[in-house]
């Protein structure tokens, strides 16, 4: 699923469903992207349960 927001609620939802070990990101700047993997269904996801794949803002981005 494809999810597209604004903070706080992104940050939040990131922040709530990212397992802590996954070390999800202290800070959600602007046009910031987060991917998160669930097992199972969406609806049965639950705090905690997502890894975080990948977090990446505008200037990672960057080329040289």
């Known amino acids: 699923a494809l999810m597209?927001?604004?903070?706080p609620g992104m940050a939040e939802l990131t922040a709530g469903l990212?397992?802590?070990?996954?070390?999800p990101p202290s800070a959600f700047p602007t046009a910031a992207v987060a991917v998160l993997a669930v097992l199972?269904?969406?609806a049965d996801t639950?705090?905690?349960a997502a890894g975080?794949?990948?977090f990446a803002?505008?200037?990672?981005?960057?080329s040289g």
């Open 57 to 62: 803002i505008p200037a990672d981005m960057r």
């Open 4 to 7: 597209v927001g604004h903070n």
């Open 40 to 42: 199972g269904a969406w």
């Open 52 to 54: 975080l794949v990948a």
């Open 18 to 23: 990212a397992d802590p070990s996954s070390d």
């Open 46 to 48: 639950a705090p905690g």
